[in-house]
């Protein structure tokens, strides 16, 4: 079992932005991220796949993009125009597959960051 590392989490006022890194030893065909936010059931909100193929979900499209350095062993998460409804914690999740991304089958999962946005 492999457990990425991710970094970059952390408090924010409105409207700015962080960035998410997540790494792994080796490659995945693919990387996603996901969160969870207090009372809510777990989002998954992007994937990329080894290929160069990304989804962003509709709740993030143009604020969020997900994008992997030359190696393909760093994920990253930029995230912009955050929004207080934008808090919760954010793991990345590998996996062998793109297809399904959204249920993380067999996914290897990051330890989560908190993000946090005020007001």
């Known amino acids: 079992q492999v457990q990425p590392v991710e970094s970059g989490g952390g408090s924010v006022q409105a409207g700015g932005s962080l960035r998410l890194s997540c790494a792994t030893p080796?490659?995945?065909?693919?990387m996603a991220w996901f969160r969870q936010a207090p009372g809510k059931e777990r989002e998954g909100i992007a994937a990329?796949?080894?290929?160069?193929?990304?989804t962003e979900v509709e709740s993030v499209k143009g604020r969020f993009s997900i994008s992997r350095d030359a190696s393909f062993t760093t994920t990253y998460l930029q995230m912009n125009s955050l929004q207080p409804e934008d808090t919760a914690v954010y793991s990345c999740?590998?996996?062998?597959?793109?297809?399904?991304?959204?249920?993380?089958?067999?996914?290897?999962w990051g330890q989560g960051t908190q993000v946090t946005v005020l007001s």
């Open positions: 990329s796949g080894s290929g160069g193929w990304t």
């Open positions: 080796y490659v995945f065909n693919c």
């Open positions: 999740a590998a996996l062998n597959s793109c297809m399904d991304w959204v249920s993380a089958r067999n996914a290897n």
